[in-house]
């Protein structure tokens, strides 16, 4: 049974930083996808970034890029989410995903694993 649980969320000012974790378990994760997904109130929850565990290679939303980086941890089956220069727009619940495959995807039905989400909340 996989198992992804997400913290790191909370309050911070435009312009500020967080980093979230989520942390796996119930799998070796070598031949597994990691992505990070968001959804804001009224809007469908969308693409964030993503990396593939064994190659590590990544991807990011073109809104994002630049400003966030994802990395994994093999050691604590960990995967982070560094959010800088935030702003008020990337305020939204944050969910960790992992996927089968050797490939990231963009889409959500490239996942089928789903942690409980994480609020990060941006104030101007």
């Known amino acids: 049974q996989v198992q992804l649980v997400e913290s790191g969320g909370g309050l911070v000012q435009a312009g500020g930083s967080l980093r979230l974790s989520c942390a796996a378990s119930?799998?070796?994760?070598?031949?597994?996808?990691m992505g990070w997904f968001r959804q804001a109130p009224g809007k469908e929850r969308e693409f964030v970034a993503a990396l593939s565990w064994s190659g590590g290679s990544t991807g990011y939303a073109d809104s994002v890029n630049g400003r966030f980086a994802i990395s994994r941890d093999g050691s604590r089956n960990t995967v982070y989410l560094q959010m800088n220069s935030l702003k008020p727009e990337d305020t939204a619940v944050y969910y960790c995903?992992?996927?089968?495959?050797?490939?990231?995807?963009?889409?959500?039905w490239g996942y089928g694993y789903w942690g409980q989400g994480t609020q990060v909340t941006v104030s101007a």
């Open positions: 119930g799998r070796t994760f070598i031949s597994y996808t």
């Open positions: 995903a992992a996927g089968r495959g050797s490939n990231w995807s963009t889409s959500e």
